[in-house]
Nanobody, 131 residues
Framework: QVQLIESGGGLVQDGGSLRLSCAASGGTFSIYAMGWFRQAPGKEREFVGAISWSSEWSGGIRYYADSVKGRFTISRDNAKNTVYLQMNSLKPEDTAVYYC????????????????????WGQGTQVTVSS
């Protein structure tokens, strides 16, 4: 069973950048689609972005929520069993706990944008953007 550990959260000023990491252990990382979700206080968990599982033909297809498109970038390094979320031009409304999640052989935006499709979750990392 894959286990996930996020890191890289912190406090940053409006317009700043952070890179979150999600390290996986205990399974074949490349067969898992990896998603990023966030939950702000008093709000429901929302989709941020995802990258599909990667095969020898494709390193994975990326999907993003409209609210982060052009500012956030997801990447994966299967050799390091790690997925990253590079966050640029951060805004106070990006403040939330960020979670990574894994979905075995997951693909397609409609599936990967639904948190119910993921059965493995990390513990979350806090991102706070000050104005």
């Amino acid at each position: 069973q894959v286990q996930l550990i996020e890191s890289g959260g912190g406090l940053v000023q409006d317009g700043g950048s952070l890179r979150l990491s999600c390290a996986a252990s205990g399974g074949t990382f490349s067969i898992y689609a990896m998603g990023w979700f966030r939950q702000a206080p008093g709000k429901e968990r929302e989709f941020v972005g995802a990258i599909s599982w990667s095969s020898e033909w494709s390193g994975g297809i990326r999907y993003y929520a409209d609210s982060v498109k052009g500012r956030f970038t997801i990447s994966r390094d299967n050799a390091k069993n790690t997925v990253y979320l590079q966050m640029n031009s951060l805004k106070p409304e990006d403040t939330a706990v960020y979670y990574c999640a894994a979905d075995r052989y997951g693909s397609g935006r409609s599936r990967l944008a639904r948190d119910g499709e993921y059965d493995i979750w990390g513990q979350g990392t806090q991102v706070t953007v000050s104005s």
